[in-house]
């Protein structure tokens, strides 16, 4: 694994999102293919097609405790757990989950904006996203995200119940501001979003910080496949911020990532989070 440079230290700050450019080997790389692979002969209890029966439809599946002992030591032995630590300035460094997505058939579209903060009971600067895809993209079909979000206004999340109804409210508007419609945006100005993507290589990642608003990443023929492992990490400057006592429009339960015995502004810690460093 690469070594953090300042300049990668200073982007991911300023901008919430860097392009980690060959940041694993070919063997490395390698070691990730192992862990999706055994996400998909073993899915879990989330796993889904997402928009299933459209032309959007599309694999997702989130960890369970038996993909933790195949990424665990995977995780180690990369030395993913160093590279955050530079990245953020951290001491420590805890592994959230993964989260993976397969766009398979030549035309699926985009996955909707939004920011994993919503969806989990935490915030704070120490967090990451990093986002491995196994097939080289060009950066329209690599994941985009809006430069300087992660530290711009957290929005509701997107329920993900319909693809064309992309600002459908997770939570609702008594609790979170409801996502703005940025593909319309855009549509009528190019320049209405600062939007960051880039041509990937395999072996590159995008690391963005989970709060950064990101979407995108759709196949086309010309880039029919895409078969992406998303692994989560904190460090030590994440707290608790319990979930709105409400109930969710979302297909799976959330109240999976809270953690019963804290109150708002504690650290966020908890036994089932596997700690790296
Ligand atoms: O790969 C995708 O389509 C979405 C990725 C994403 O939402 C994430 O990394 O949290
Ligand atoms: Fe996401």
């Known amino acids: ?154 929005y509701d999340g997107a329920a993900f119940m319909d693809s064309k109804d992309p600002t459908r409210p997770l939570w609702g508007a008594e609790h979170f501001p409801r996502l703005p419609d940025i593909e319309a945006e855009r549509a009528e100005d190019p320049n209405s979003w600062d939007v960051l993507s880039w041509d990937l290589e395999p072996g590159d990642a995008v690391v963005l910080h989970s709060g950064a608003l990101h979407g995108g990443a759709p196949v086309d023929t010309a880039c029919p496949t895409r078969h992406t492992v998303v692994l989560r990490f904190f460090g030590d400057d994440l707290r608790y911020r319990p979930f709105p006592d409400a109930k969710p429009d979302y297909f799976m339960d959330l109240r999976a990532f809270d953690v019963g015995s804290l109150k708002a502004g504690d650290l966020y810690r908890g036994e089932h989070f596997l700690q790296l460093r």
Request: glycine residues 10%; negative net charge; contains cysteine.
């Open 1 to 154: 694994m690469i070594q953090v440079t300042e300049a990668m230290r200073q982007a991911f700050a300023s901008d919430g999102v860097i392009k980690a450019e060959g940041l694993l080997s070919t063997a490395e790389l390698a070691e990730c293919r192992r862990c999706l692979d055994f996400n998909l002969a073993n899915p879990g209890p989330t796993a889904l097609d997402i928009y299933k029966g459209t032309s959007d439809s599309h694999y997702n599946d989130l960890g369970t405790a038996k993909s933790l002992e195949v990424y665990g030591p995977m995780l180690k032995k990369l030395g993913f757990a160093d590279f955050l630590a530079d990245l953020w300035g951290s001491e420590h460094v805890w592994y959230f989950g993964e989260e993976i997505f397969i766009k398979n058939g030549g035309e699926v579209g985009r996955t909707l904006w939004h920011q994993d903060t919503p969806y989990f009971p935490a915030e704070g600067a120490h967090l990451a996203n990093i986002w491995i895809s196994f097939e080289a993209l060009p950066a329209r079909n690599a994941l985009e995200v809006v430069r300087i979000s992660h530290v711009g206004p957290m």
